[in-house]
């Protein structure tokens, strides 16, 4: 019996199966591969926005809180040097506080940077407890202070008055609040010089 014809068909169809695998099944798995690729990303994607999802819930939950402390910050810190306001609250400390007198002296404005320094010197005078009871109403101020120097003296009256002179910074946000300055950091344009005659002319 001749078996040459039958492994001839055999080998045909084994090749005709390699070219099957070749040709359908190779490029299958190879998209099979891809998609199962682009599903890892996608997961890691969205583990990421997931992440952010839950970044912004929390933030939004304090958001409320988050308005509360900046709207106290700006009490503390505001955006303009503000001294008719400024030296409102020191009057109304003193009145507070009956003291005898108080003087109240604002000096220019400095740049520190991000924000902008107000000194001010008071001249306080009157009574032990009175004198006490406005420092802690000025140590208590909405506005944020800083006590830099400070002398203490009998009054012009004699003891027990006594006369208190310090300074005091005070803070602004606005980083050019000198004398002339547009609060926000914005300058004034240069006023236009008008031309000299020449001599003679």
């Known amino acids: 019996m001749n078996r040459k014809p039958a492994l001839i068909a055999a080998l045909v169809g084994v090749g005709v199966v390699l070219v099957m695998v070749v040709a359908l099944i190779l490029p299958k798995a190879g998209q099979v591969r891809a998609k199962q ?18 970044q912004l819930k929390a933030a939004a939950k304090d958001a409320p809180k988050d308005r509360k402390t900046l709207a106290q910050l700006k009490t503390q810190i505001p955006p303009t040097a503000d001294l008719p306001g400024l030296i409102r609250s020191l009057n109304a400390v003193a009145d507070k506080a009956d003291v005898d007198f108080v003087s109240i002296s604002p ?6 940077g991000s924000y902008s320094v107000v000194p001010v010197q008071l001249n306080v005078v009157g009574g032990f407890f009175a004198v006490d009871q406005y420092m802690y109403l000025l140590e208590t101020l909405p506005r944020v202070s800083k ?55």
């Open 107 to 112: 000096g220019q404005p400095t740049s520190a």
């Open 37 to 54: 690729k682009d599903v890892q990303q996608a997961q890691q994607q969205q583990t990421v926005l997931q992440a952010q999802l839950d």
């Open 147 to 201: 006590v830099t120097t400070m002398s203490i003296s009998g009054g012009p009256d004699g003891l027990p008055q006594l006369t208190i002179t310090l300074t005091a910074n005070f803070y602004t946000t606005d980083t050019s609040a000198g004398p002339g300055s547009i609060p926000g950091g914005e300058q004034p344009a240069a006023a236009p010089v008008a031309p000299q005659p020449s001599p003679g002319g």
